[in-house]
Protein backbone atom coordinates (compact mmCIF):
# COMPACT_ATOMS: atom_id res chain seq x y z
CA UNK A 1 0.00 0.00 0.00
CA UNK A 2 3.06 2.01 0.31
CA UNK A 3 3.16 2.27 -3.35
CA UNK A 4 -0.29 4.04 -2.98
CA UNK A 5 0.91 6.72 -0.98
CA UNK A 6 3.53 7.61 -2.91
CA UNK A 7 1.66 7.85 -6.39
CA UNK A 8 -1.16 10.05 -3.86
CA UNK A 9 2.42 12.40 -3.14
CA UNK A 10 3.57 12.69 -6.73
CA UNK A 11 0.32 13.38 -8.18
CA UNK A 12 -0.09 15.90 -5.15
CA UNK A 13 3.09 17.79 -5.91
CA UNK A 14 1.82 17.62 -10.18
CA UNK A 15 -1.31 19.36 -9.07
CA UNK A 16 0.35 22.21 -6.90
CA UNK A 17 2.55 22.95 -9.58
CA UNK A 18 -0.37 23.97 -11.17
CA UNK A 19 -2.20 25.57 -8.90
CA UNK A 20 1.18 27.61 -7.95
CA UNK A 21 1.87 28.41 -11.52
CA UNK A 22 -1.31 29.56 -13.10
CA UNK A 23 -2.22 32.17 -10.63
CA UNK A 24 1.60 33.43 -11.60
CA UNK A 25 0.48 33.21 -15.19
CA UNK A 26 -2.77 35.31 -14.65
CA UNK A 27 -0.50 37.92 -13.22
CA UNK A 28 1.53 38.13 -16.25
CA UNK A 29 -1.87 38.04 -18.44
CA UNK A 30 -3.94 40.89 -16.44
CA UNK A 31 -0.50 43.08 -17.28
CA UNK A 32 -0.05 41.94 -20.97
CA UNK A 33 -1.58 44.12 -23.70
CA UNK A 34 -0.62 42.93 -26.68
CA UNK A 35 -2.70 40.20 -28.95
CA UNK A 36 0.05 38.26 -29.52
CA UNK A 37 0.69 38.34 -25.67
CA UNK A 38 -2.95 37.43 -25.18
CA UNK A 39 -2.68 34.02 -27.62
CA UNK A 40 0.42 32.92 -25.97
CA UNK A 41 -1.21 33.30 -22.39
CA UNK A 42 -4.37 31.24 -23.49
CA UNK A 43 -2.70 28.58 -24.67
CA UNK A 44 0.02 27.92 -21.81
CA UNK A 45 -3.38 28.45 -19.41
CA UNK A 46 -4.96 25.99 -21.12
CA UNK A 47 -1.86 23.09 -21.18
CA UNK A 48 -1.15 23.82 -18.00
CA UNK A 49 -4.69 23.24 -16.78
CA UNK A 50 -5.13 20.37 -18.35
CA UNK A 51 -1.70 18.52 -16.71
CA UNK A 52 -2.86 20.14 -13.29
CA UNK A 53 -6.24 18.92 -13.50
CA UNK A 54 -5.25 15.41 -14.47
CA UNK A 55 -2.63 15.58 -11.03
CA UNK A 56 -5.64 16.71 -9.22
CA UNK A 57 -7.77 14.05 -10.14
CA UNK A 58 -5.25 11.40 -9.78
CA UNK A 59 -4.41 12.75 -6.18
CA UNK A 60 -7.75 12.04 -5.70
CA UNK A 61 -8.37 8.55 -6.47
CA UNK A 62 -5.39 7.47 -4.58
CA UNK A 63 -6.10 9.45 -1.74
CA UNK A 64 -9.47 8.38 -1.52
CA UNK A 65 -7.82 4.75 -1.96
CA UNK A 66 -5.65 5.69 1.36
CA UNK A 67 -8.73 6.79 3.14
CA UNK A 68 -11.21 3.91 2.09
CA UNK A 69 -7.95 1.42 2.90
CA UNK A 70 -6.62 2.99 6.29
CA UNK A 71 -9.29 5.72 7.65
CA UNK A 72 -12.46 4.51 7.40
CA UNK A 73 -14.88 5.45 8.72
CA UNK A 74 -13.78 8.75 9.07
CA UNK A 75 -13.51 9.53 12.49
CA UNK A 76 -9.88 11.15 12.87
CA UNK A 77 -11.11 15.35 12.86
CA UNK A 78 -7.32 15.93 11.75
CA UNK A 79 -8.08 14.08 8.09
CA UNK A 80 -12.01 15.75 8.53
CA UNK A 81 -10.03 18.85 8.21
CA UNK A 82 -7.75 18.00 5.60
CA UNK A 83 -10.80 16.97 3.40
CA UNK A 84 -12.53 20.38 3.68
CA UNK A 85 -9.22 22.07 2.90
CA UNK A 86 -8.83 19.47 -0.30
CA UNK A 87 -12.66 20.62 -1.19
CA UNK A 88 -11.62 24.00 -1.08
CA UNK A 89 -8.66 23.34 -3.21
CA UNK A 90 -11.02 21.58 -6.12
CA UNK A 91 -12.99 24.82 -5.93
CA UNK A 92 -9.98 26.69 -6.21
CA UNK A 93 -9.16 24.81 -9.27
CA UNK A 94 -12.52 25.47 -10.76
CA UNK A 95 -12.26 28.94 -10.15
CA UNK A 96 -8.95 29.00 -12.68
CA UNK A 97 -10.93 27.36 -14.82
CA UNK A 98 -13.30 30.02 -15.09
CA UNK A 99 -10.71 32.85 -14.86
CA UNK A 100 -8.89 31.13 -17.73
CA UNK A 101 -12.15 31.41 -19.81
CA UNK A 102 -12.47 35.15 -18.79
CA UNK A 103 -8.91 35.35 -19.99
CA UNK A 104 -9.62 33.80 -23.31
CA UNK A 105 -12.49 35.60 -24.46
CA UNK A 106 -10.94 38.99 -22.89
CA UNK A 107 -13.44 39.43 -20.11
CA UNK A 108 -10.71 39.53 -17.43
CA UNK A 109 -11.58 41.86 -15.00
CA UNK A 110 -8.84 41.58 -12.23
CA UNK A 111 -5.39 43.34 -11.82
CA UNK A 112 -2.19 41.47 -11.82
CA UNK A 113 -2.24 42.50 -7.80
CA UNK A 114 -5.20 40.45 -7.26
CA UNK A 115 -3.84 37.68 -8.91
CA UNK A 116 -0.91 38.46 -6.93
CA UNK A 117 -2.95 37.33 -3.70
CA UNK A 118 -5.62 35.13 -5.46
CA UNK A 119 -2.11 33.18 -5.73
CA UNK A 120 -1.54 32.83 -1.94
CA UNK A 121 -4.42 30.42 -1.04
CA UNK A 122 -2.92 26.84 -2.57
CA UNK A 123 0.58 27.66 -0.90
CA UNK A 124 -1.32 28.50 2.85
CA UNK A 125 -3.56 25.30 2.28
CA UNK A 126 -0.91 23.59 1.66
CA UNK A 127 1.19 24.37 4.42
CA UNK A 128 -2.08 23.64 6.95
CA UNK A 129 -2.66 19.84 5.02
CA UNK A 130 0.82 19.27 5.17
CA UNK A 131 0.94 19.79 9.02
CA UNK A 132 -2.18 18.30 9.82
CA UNK A 133 -1.14 14.72 7.58
CA UNK A 134 2.59 14.95 9.53
CA UNK A 135 1.31 15.99 13.20
CA UNK A 136 -2.44 14.54 13.03
CA UNK A 137 -3.05 16.37 15.95
CA UNK A 138 -5.88 15.05 17.94
Known amino acids: MLW??????IFMVTWFAGLFYLPRLF???ADCHDETGHQRFVVMERKLYAIMTLGGL???LFGLW??????????ETWLQIKLLLVASLVGYHLWCARLIRQFRDGQNRHSG????WFNEFPAITL???VFLAVLRPA
Open 58 to 60: LTI
Open 66 to 75: LLLRWHWPLT
Open 27 to 29: VYH
Open 127 to 129: III
Open 113 to 116: KFYR
Open 4 to 9: VKGLHI
